[in-house]
Nanobody, 119 residues
Framework: QVQLAESGGGSVEVGGSLRLSCAASKFTYCMGWFRQVPGQEREGLAAISSGGSTWYADFLRGRFTISKDNSGNTLYLQMNSLKPEDTAMYYC????????????????WGQGTQVTVSS
């Protein structure tokens, strides 16, 4: 079992930045960030493997950066140049093998943290 707890969400103005954190009871082979708007499908944003390789959704165009603190078992998502369409519930997730942005392959999920971007 892996416990995940997100933090760092909140309200920010357009163009602002936020850094999300995810405290993990342990790191698995792959850790990722996802988001979901009510009524829409969950979408994958970024993933990082235990070796440090990263994957990003093309639509992010370099605005978000995933990283991890191996010593502290913490996963991060730095979000810059935020837009109103980034408003969503953000989740971190853990996967036991391989690494990509397919949410159905992730085994453990946090409760989410809300991000609201206002103009």
């Amino acid at each position: 079992q892996v416990q995940l707890a997100e933090s760092g969400g909140g309200s920010v103005e357009v163009g602002g930045s936020l850094r999300l954190s995810c405290a993990a009871s342990k790191f698995t082979y792959c850790m990722g960030w996802f988001r979901q708007v009510p009524g829409q499908e969950r979408e994958g944003l970024a993933a990082i493997s235990s070796g440090g390789s990263t994957w990003y959704a093309d639509f992010l165009r370099g605005r978000f950066t995933i990283s991890k603190d191996n010593s502290g078992n913490t996963l991060y998502l730095q979000m810059n140049s935020l837009k109103p369409e980034d408003t969503a519930m953000y989740y971190c997730a853990a996967r036991l093998n391989r690494c990509d942005l397919r949410d159905e392959k992730y085994n453990y999920w946090g409760q989410g943290t809300q991000v609201t971007v206002s103009s």
